[in-house]
């Protein structure tokens, strides 16, 4: 099995440890970014939406033309953009890139985000939307005639597009925790993406992907993102350390942010099913398995993938292959301090998990 890393993109130096609070585009950066995502030679990288955030197109097309490996996964919600515009969109980016682009749905877990874009729909019409616009696009990456579609949210009369994905597609990811997740990623997803749970909890997920997959009478299994946060330092307490260090910055940085106290603090259950299980998973205890650290994701209200592998690069590596070991293929990793994390797994994290890949698959051979 072929095991690849994500990273996610950043356009300035702003992070959660600075706290610089930076928006502007620093094209310096960015460019610097890049080339250490090349350097680390990590296989992709998230380029993340929200509401209030840059063009992602944009900065996908800015990652293909300053890179040579590193392929930008497109995070994309349906309410804002077209199926069709966007399945042009992500087919000319994946023609700029000589095949690098994935794009990776975000069906809308927060009511409130999704309002602020004009897009009232419930969560069961947003998964079912996500649906329909998969199918959509992949007919118009595949179509050779004009077609017309009449769906429940999305309808067009001889729809043509002459522009083509370079291998005829472009891998389609989707998220989430809930039952609905699930069906739609497992009946339609080429990636699932999960956030970094616990061993036991993760092999139960990817149980109900492969079920949903089956149902959907496919040959084949979505392959299996997880996400973690990992703080590594030279020796265990030294990383403890620094993750103590860390937890300390977000939990002040939570005191002075009131949506975030809005989002999983103070009581108040987040909106989504993914945030409200890394927060039970959290208060169950703080650390599982090898080293999965949870109290960052109570620290943040788990608004996203925030829980943690703390230890030496050799201990989060070990707990990298035990996802591996579950059915991962794709394991993203991003830290604290974006840039300068992002250069120490490179230098020390995937190249362990690669040569432990490597020894096992020689080891296979030679006893074939």
């Known amino acids: 099995m072929t095991v690849e890393f994500i990273s996610a993109i950043n356009v300035n130096p702003s992070n959660e440890l600075n706290r610089l609070g930076r928006t502007e585009v620093d094209v310096a950066f960015f460019r610097r970014y890049v080339n250490a995502l090349e350097d680390a030679e990590f296989d992709y990288t998230l380029v993340p939406y929200s509401s209030g955030f840059h063009d992602q197109f944009a900065i996908a097309n800015q990652i293909v033309a300053r890179s040579e490996r590193v392929a930008p996964i497109v995070a994309l919600r349906p309410n804002s953009v077209y199926p069709t515009v966007a399945a042009k969109a992500l087919a000319t980016l994946d023609q700029f890139g000589g095949g690098r682009a994935v794009v990776h749905f975000i069906a809308g877990g927060s009511d409130a985000e999704q309002a602020r874009e004009g897009d009232y729909v419930t969560k069961e019409q947003r998964y079912a939307r996500t649906a329909e616009y998969i ?8 179509s050779t005639e004009p077609f017309s579609h009449e769906g429940e949210f999305y309808r067009f009369d001889d729809f043509l597009s002459t522009v083509r994905p370079t291998n005829g597609t472009i891998p389609v990811s989707v998220g989430g925790s809930s039952p609905q997740a699930y069906q739609v990623g497992g009946s339609r997803g080429d990636i699932f993406g999960l956030w970094g749970e616990p061993l036991a909890d993760t092999r139960q997920q990817i149980g109900a992907v ?37 937890l300390a910055v977000l939990r002040d940085t939570a005191g002075h942010n009131p949506s975030r106290r809005h989002h999983g603090g103070a009581g108040v259950t987040p909106p989504n099913v993914g945030s409200q299980r890394l ?51 794709l394991v993203s990793i991003r830290g604290y301090d974006n840039l300068n994390d992002l250069i120490d797994y490179g230098r020390y994290i995937l190249p362990l998990v690669r040569q432990e890949l490597a020894h096992r698959e020689a080891t296979a051979e030679n006893t074939a």
């Open 210 to 246: 492969n079920a949903e997959a089956a149902k959907a009478g496919r040959a084949d299994r979505p392959r299996i993102w997880v996400t973690f946060r990992p703080i590594i330092a030279p020796t265990e307490e030294l990383a403890w350390e620094k993750a103590k260090r860390t």
């Open 135 to 142: 199918d959509i696009i992949r007919k118009v990456w595949t």
């Open 279 to 329: 927060l039970e998973i959290a208060a169950r205890q703080d650390v599982h398995d090898r080293a999965l650290w949870t109290p960052t994701a109570t620290a943040t209200g788990a608004g996203g993938a925030s829980t943690a592998l703390v230890g030496t690069p050799e201990t989060v590596a070990a707990a990298i292959l035990d996802y591996v070991d579950l059915g991962a293929s």
